[in-house]
């Protein structure tokens, strides 16, 4: 079981571009979730994608943007990149049952930089 | 606004002692919480879940307590080692809502 996995590991990118993160759940799971962590700090969640759905949002601008797979596998887009942006992007899996989120399994994340 | 504090941003202790971490939360009524490792680095690493209706889980040397009305949990660690030593990080889940929200967490250092 390879867990999840998360592409790119690092990114360099220039204010204003556009980047594209990419998640691969855990086998058997179907609900991911895309954090942001800032240094020093927990994970803020970003959004969570549940049946090619976005299914809760969390307090980011709509530069912030994401899709599922039918394969369950998920993409986070960031347009605009400021530098503010830079910080390590964990992609989380699931499974949902009933209305709540079994325990959660991370990836390693991809720590992206906007110089 | 919803917060989630955890007691201290670092822990020094000495090995084979118990470590007790502390996670307090205001404005919200979780249906559960969650303890995890974070390594430098690293993503973070589930190491245990407690209801709402549960007082205390326990997973080897780990336990937790769970006091809705106190609106805290405990994290202890018995017999600690140094490689115990990362941040642990608190997070809530609400029923009706599928984000769950995070701690700052604990950096946690087991002196040999």
């Known amino acids: 079981d390879a867990g999840v996995t998360q592409s790119p590991t690092h990114l360099i990118k220039t204010r204003g571009q556009q980047v594209t993160l990419r998640c691969s759940p855990k086998s058997g799971h179907d609900t991911v979730s895309w954090y942001q962590q800032a240094l020093g700090q927990g994970p803020q969640f970003i959004f969570q994608y549940y049946e090619e759905e976005e299914r809760q949002r969390g307090n980011f601008p709509d530069r912030f943007s994401g899709h599922q797979f039918p394969n369950y596998s998920s993409e986070l887009n960031v347009n605009a990149l400021l530098l503010g942006d830079s910080a390590l992007y964990l992609c989380?899996?699931?499974?949902?049952?009933?209305?709540?989120?079994?325990?959660?399994?991370f990836g390693q994340g991809t720590r992206l930089t906007v110089v | 606004s919803q917060k989630i504090e955890q007691n201290s941003e670092a822990l020094n202790i000495q090995e084979g002692k118990t470590a007790t971490l502390t996670c307090n939360y205001t404005n919200y009524s979780p249906a559960y919480l969650q303890w995890y490792r974070q390594d430098p680095g690293r993503g973070p690493v589930f190491l245990l879940l407690?209801?709402?209706?549960?007082k205390e889980k326990r997973k080897e040397r780990l336990k937790v307590t769970f006091d809705t009305t106190l609106k805290q949990s405990l994290f202890h660690i018995t017999a600690s080692q140094p490689a115990d030593s990362a941040t642990y990080l608190c997070a809530l889940g609400a029923s009706s809502a599928s984000k769950i929200i995070f701690g700052s967490g604990t950096r946690l250092s087991i002196r040999p």
């Open positions: 407690i209801r709402e209706n549960e």
């Open positions: 989380a899996s699931s499974l949902l049952q009933g209305r709540m989120n079994t325990e959660a399994f």
